[in-house]
C-alpha cells in the first residue's frame, strides 16, 4: 500500500509497544463499558446502552486488530462475552430509539412503555449475565499476562512497536469494507447494516492507531467516515420504522436524503489513497523469528 508517515519520536502510539496498547486499550474500553452498564441499570437515559454498546465494539475491534499477539482463548471468550453483552443491550437501543421518533399521540405512549418494560427486561438479563463483572474479569486477566501468545513469533512482535501491527491492522480494516461494493442504493437494509458494523471497526482501529501516521489526510477520512456512519445509522434507525410499520411520509424523504448522503461520501471516502503503510511494517513481521 502506499507510504504515509511513520512512528512519532514524542511520547504516544507510536513509541508504545504493541503489548502496551493493546493492554491500554482493552482497559480502557473495560472501564467504559463498567461506567455506561452501571448508568443502564440506574439511570433511564438511552445514551447508556448506547455507549455500553459503543464500548463492547471498541473492544471486538481491538481484539481484530490485535490478534496476531493475542492468545486465541482469551480472544475467543474475550470476543464471544462482549458479543452476547451487546446483543442484550441491542434490544433496549432498538426500544428506546423507536421510543424517540415517535412523539406524539397514543402511539408515543406505547412505545414509551415498550421501552420502559424492554429496560426492565435487560437490566434482568445483565443481572443474570454478570454483566458487571466482565470489565474486573478483563481487568485481572490483562494485568495477569494472561492473554499473549506463547510462541515466539508473537512475543518479538508484543514487543515491539505497534507500527508493525498497525499497517496491516487497518488494511485488513479497510479491506473488509471495500468488500461491501460501492452501490449503497442496491443493498438490503442487513447488508448496509453489516457494512456499518465494519466501518465501526475501521473507525476504531483508525483512534488505535492513526496517531502514528496523523495528518490532514487522515483527518479528511475520519471526517467522511463520521458522516458517514452517522448517515447509515440515520438508515437503519429508519429501516427498524418500516418494519414496525411506523414509517410516514416525513421519514420517507428523510430516508431518500440519507441514501444520497451516504453514497455520495462512500463514493469519496472509498476512491481516497490511503495515508496508512502496511509495507514496512509487514515486511518486519515476515522476517521476524518463528
Partial sequence: MAGGRMGRDDKGTGCETAEEAFRRIA???????????ARTMEEDDPEGPHKARVALRRLRS???AFDQILDAGFARKTGRRARRLSRILGDLRDADVLAGHRTDGPEASAAAREADRMRRKVRK???QAEAETFAP???????AHRWLRGNRR????AARPTTLLG?????????ACLAHGGDLATMSDEERHEMRKDLKTMRYTVEFFGEIWAGKAQARFLGRMKELQDALGHLNDLAMLRREGALDAHHAAAAREAMQTASSLWSQTAAAPVWWSESEAQARVETSPA
Fill in 27 to 37: 482497559l480502557d474500553c473495560g472501564e467504559a463499558f463498567a461506567a455506561s452498564h
Fill in 62 to 64: 481491538a481484539l481484530a
Fill in 167 to 175: 499497517g496491516r491492522a487497518l488494511g485488513d480494516a479497510w479491506a
Fill in 125 to 127: 438479563r445483565l443481572r
Fill in 137 to 143: 474479569k478483563l481487568s485481572r486477566r490483562l494485568e
Fill in 154 to 157: 508473537a512475543r518479538a512482535l
